[in-house]
């Protein structure tokens, strides 16, 4: 019986241990500059970073999507950069999305050149489920507070990297305007296409 027992609480910890393990908090990444392939920030204080299941990526979800690619293939410079990243399980309530590119699609045409915060040059944006009915609003940033600084553009290696900051507003449900603050940003890319999804 004490074999039984022993063998039982061994059993219990272990399902314990798995479960704490596979329900651990986010993290964000490292500032880093290697070309990580990593994205990430707080929103309002909460870690979000990119987690879409491969299962679900599948029916149209995107963990970190992007291109970044030269416009003129006979130069390096200037750069294309668009990016789409999704969470999964999102900001409070289900499915969110960070689409940021370059605003080449209406005025003067837009892309990267160097290193400095380029968030003039951008069209930033955040979806987000915002309750349990599956209500969904679609954030900007208003005036031009925004900062989305490339910190490293190395054409040689193919590293994209920075840092952002900025608040975004939507008009609410009811009628309100309903704000977030995107803070402590950082990326980390590879010049290149790539698609990616979470095992």
């Known amino acids: 019986m004490k ?38 920030c707080k929103i309002n204080g909460q870690v979000w970073v990119p ?3 491969c299962y679900y990526a ?4 995107t963990q970190l999507a992007y291109n970044i690619s030269s416009v003129d293939s006979g130069s390096v410079l200037p750069i294309y950069f668009a990016i789409l990243a999704g969470n999964f399980n999102g900001y409070k309530y289900g499915q969110s999305y960070f689409k940021i ?30 309750d349990a009915n599956g209500d969904f609003l679609q954030y900007g940033p208003a005036g031009n507070s925004a900062v989305f600084q490339i910190t490293k553009l190395d054409t040689v290696n193919g590293i994209v990297s920075g840092i952002f900051n ?18 402590e940003g950082r990326f980390d890319l590879r010049i290149g296409q790539y698609d990616y999804c979470s095992n």
């Open 58 to 61: 599948s029916t149209g979800g």
């Open 166 to 183: 900025f608040n975004v507003y939507a008009s609410g449900i009811n009628g309100g305007v309903d704000s977030l603050s995107i803070t």
């Open 3 to 40: 074999k039984y027992i022993g063998f039982i609480a061994a059993l219990l910890s272990m399902i314990l241990v798995t479960c704490s393990k596979s329900g651990t908090a986010p993290v964000l990444p490292p500032i880093t500059q290697t070309g990580a392939n990593t994205f990430g």
């Open 101 to 130: 590119y370059c605003n080449n699609i209406s005025g003067p045409v837009a892309y990267l050149r160097g290193l400095g915060n380029v968030a003039d040059s951008l069209y930033l944006e955040f979806d987000a489920t915002i």
């Open 51 to 53: 987690n879409f299941p």
